[in-house]
Every structure is written in C-alpha cells, then in structure tokens.
C-alpha cells in the first residue's frame, strides 16, 4: 500500500512538472507565432483569422503534446517498477540451489517476463520516445533479469533464503515491487483502456474485455505456486 501511495505521488509530481514545463513552451510558442502572424497580416482584415486558427492548431499541439507526456510518464514509472521486480526475483532464481526448484521457477518467469515486456511495450509505444530513448529503456528491461541473476550466484554461498534477514528484506522488496505494478496497471493502464470511447460503444467488448482480464489474472495468480 505504502508504495502504491508513493508510486501515485511520483506519478502525480512527475507529470506535474513537465506539465508546467510543456506549457510554459507553449506560452512561448503562442507568443512567437501571434507576434509573427501582426507582422505578416498587419493592416489585414484576416489577421483576426488567421491568428485563431493558429491558436487553434497550438492548442490542438499542446493537447497532443500533453498526452504524450503522460504516456511518457507512464511508461517511465511502469519501467522502474519492472526493473525493481526484476532484480529480485532475478536474484531469487539465482540463490536457488535446488534444480527442483529452479526448473519450474524459470519456467514461471519466463511467462511472467514475457507478458510484462508485452505491457511495457505497449506502453513505450504509445509514448513515442526516439530510437536511442526506446534501445535504453528496452536494453534496461532485457538485462535486469540477468543481472539479478547473476548477483543470486554470487551471493548464493553465503545469501541464506530462509534467514529472518533474507525473508524480511524480500518480503519487504516484493511488497514495494507488488504496489508499483498494481497501482500502474490499474490506474494507469487498465483505465485508460477501459474507459475509452471504443469501449464504451460495445457492451460486447466490455465483457470479452473483463474475461480476458479475469483470466489474465487467474493465469498470473497460478504461476506464483512456482514462482
């Protein structure tokens, strides 16, 4: 609960600021274009005209504009919480010394990986970031896993899963890494999907759309007897 709490406050300052970022360049850009639309339409009667629909494809910009930083936002915060709950679990599979145990453990992750990079994609997508900004972003989520893991055999000789120390640190780390995903796939994703116009429309698609997410959830809640 704290870190969905916490994760809503980053959300919420994050967007904030570049909101105030994005319309200060918009002041600017409308104060540029109004001054150049006076020199050019000066004396013109089409001048009041001309400079509104300026405004108009400003203000459509900026709308724009601001949707895209949302999802920039989102996507930004989603990876960080990704990120944290790779690491982890990464390490957890790593410490594993029982093949018993790390056969269906990798097995479980590999679903569980692969749906998140499917959301986070997603979601990357709709921010529209440049090339290099998406290589970043993809490369981070590709070898946080990896790098958990690798920690897990370092640690593996001295790291104690079962010790109060490692199952507090953990559970608490777990915690933090459950309230950033559910705060971010309920108010951030699901919500934005589910209270669209095309959904709306179609009761239909309503109902397939809450049975896949039941059963999306079901499938998600069985993989953690193995992971």
């Not at 109004?34 to 013109?44: I, L, R, V, Y």
């Not at 509104?52 to 494809?57: D, I």
């Not at 018993?100 to 998140?116: D, M, V």
């Not at 950033?180 to 934005?192: E, F, G, H, P, S």
Request: charged share 15%.
């Amino acid at each position: 609960m704290l870190a969905a709490v916490a994760t809503l406050q980053i959300d919420m300052f994050a967007t904030f600021y570049f909101t105030r970022r994005l319309s200060s360049k918009g002041a600017t850009n409308r104060s540029e274009a109004a001054d150049e639309n006076g020199d050019k339409e000066a004396g013109s009667i089409d001048h009041a005209e001309h400079t509104n629909h300026g405004h108009s494809h400003l203000a459509e910009a900026s709308c724009s504009s601001s949707d895209l930083l949302r999802h920039r936002v989102i996507s930004q915060v989603l990876e960080l919480g990704i990120i944290a709950h790779s690491v982890i679990i990464g390490i957890s599979l790593g410490a594993s010394k029982d093949p018993k145990t790390i056969r269906p453990l990798l097995g479980a992750l590999s679903f569980h990986q692969f749906f998140e990079g499917m959301g986070l994609g997603g979601s990357i997508a709709q921010a529209s970031f440049k090339s290099k900004s998406v290589a970043v972003m993809a490369l981070f989520f590709s070898l946080t896993t990896p790098v958990g893991i690798a920690v897990g055999i370092g640690i593996s000789n001295v790291y104690n899963e079962n010790s109060p120390t490692a199952l507090i640190v953990e559970g608490i780390l777990n915690a933090a890494s459950a309230g950033v995903l559910i705060y971010m796939a309920l108010v951030d994703l699901c919500v934005a999907d589910f209270m669209s116009p095309k959904m709306k429309k179609s009761r239909r698609l309503q109902l397939w759309s809450n049975v896949a997410l039941l059963l999306g959830m079901g499938f998600m809640s069985l993989l953690a007897k193995w992971a």
